[in-house]
Nanobody, 115 residues
Framework: QVQLVESGGGLVQPGGSMRLSCASS????????MGWYRQAPGKQRELVAR???????YYVDSVKGRFTISRDNAKNTWYLQMNSLKPEDTAVYYC?????????WGKGTLVTVSS
């Protein structure tokens, strides 16, 4: 059983930056099936960024060049650095990990981009 806990959400002005963290209760060493999703009001949950391999990441087109996913294996934590935030980035952000055939989700953290 793996528990994921997000942190770092809140209110930010357009053009601002924010970093989300996802802490795992289990080791993430060697696991690449980890990422971030988001769900905006009235919309379906979408994949934002994920690890493909140790050195390769995937980003949805709308965040390319603005968001960066990274990890710290020693802390069993991965991050989503979000820069140049736009109002359309407003959503609940969820971290996700697929471990031993099970899909794990955090409870989500709300990011609101507004002036």
């Amino acid at each position: 059983q793996v528990q994921l806990v997000e942190s770092g959400g809140g209110l930010v002005q357009p053009g601002g930056s924010m970093r989300l963290s996802c802490a795992s209760s289990g080791s993430i060493f060697g696991i690449n099936a980890m990422g971030w999703y988001r769900q905006a009001p009235g919309k379906q949950r979408e994949l934002v960024a994920r690890f493909i391999s140790t050195d390769i990441r995937y980003y949805v087109d709308s965040v390319k060049g603005r968001f960066t996913i990274s990890r710290d294996n020693a802390k069993n934590t991965w991050y989503l650095q979000m820069n140049s935030l736009k109002p359309e980035d407003t959503a609940v952000y969820y971290c996700n990990a697929f471990v031993s055939g099970i899909n794990y989700w955090g409870k989500g953290t709300l990011v609101t981009v507004s002036s």
